[in-house]
């Protein structure tokens, strides 16, 4: 199939960002989706699950935990869990966590695949004899390639599919209280978390299970505080 030139213009301007500037964000995402709506349905198809790195904010709390649903518009997410556990860093000043959203999202969700571009002979084709006229519209394109392995989706996020979020641990010896190890024991159990890897008191992930009681955990306490308002009401 033929490939606009304002497809590559688009795409080339999404991929260069948009600096936290959100009514920016909208206007690339509403030319993107315009775009993206004229090509072939096989760029639209997602094989697996998908992956988004998002910093939570106390005002963001009761939307993606309480209620499950904060409308998020159209945003990038990746295929590639590895590149999400490592894009944007875990820690942002004033961010409650950097959770990891995972979903296996619906045809009507997916804007494009870019996998599935990159996979086909004919993008490559068109987007090299595009940037041979255009460079200026191809750098954001190039500098990216398929390394991210993303696909643009329209979804919420939802804490029901945080997979990962990550947090400071306690202090060693609170752990050690809490398992109730002695003094005289704690030397060696701290050589050997450090010998294995932990990262005490450090940003760290937790991840599956961990992460779904951490949200489960967050979610009772929204009750408790709901209960206890409407007692005192």
């Not at 002979?121 to 200026?136: C, L, M, Q, R, V």
């Not at 519209?137 to 989706?153: G, R």
Request: with cysteine; aromatic share 12%; hydrophobic share 40%.
């Amino acid at each position: 199939m033929k490939f606009r030139n304002e497809f590559f213009i688009a795409l080339n301007l999404w991929q260069n960002g948009w600096s936290e500037n959100q009514d920016k964000r909208n206007q690339l995402a509403i030319e993107l989706k315009k775009e993206s709506e004229l090509l072939d349905e096989k760029y639209k198809i997602v094989d697996g699950a998908c992956y988004r790195k998002r910093f939570i904010y106390p005002s963001d709390m009761l939307e993606v935990i309480w209620e499950d649903h904060k409308v998020d518009g159209i945003t990038s997410w990746t295929t590639d869990i590895s590149y999400a556990e490592f894009f944007k860093g875990k820690f942002r000043d004033g961010a409650v966590t950097a959770a990891i959203f995972e979903c296996n999202p619906e045809k009507h969700n997916v804007i494009i695949n870019l996998n599935k571009l990159w996979a086909c002979n004919s993008f490559i084709e068109a987007i090299y004899s595009f940037n041979e006229i255009h460079p200026d519209h191809c750098v954001a394109i190039y500098n990216f390639n398929d390394s991210q392995k993303e696909v643009i989706l329209d979804v919420p996020l939802r804490g029901s599919q945080i997979c990962v979020m990550s947090g400071v641990s306690s202090s060693f010896d609170a752990i050690c209280d809490l398992e109730n190890i002695p003094e005289s024991e704690r030397p060696k159990r701290f050589k050997q978390l450090i010998d294995g890897g932990a990262c005490i008191e450090e940003v760290t992930y937790i991840k599956k299970e961990a992460a779904i009681r951490a949200v489960q955990n967050t979610k009772q306490k929204f009750a408790e505080l709901l209960e206890s308002f409407d007692q005192n009401k």
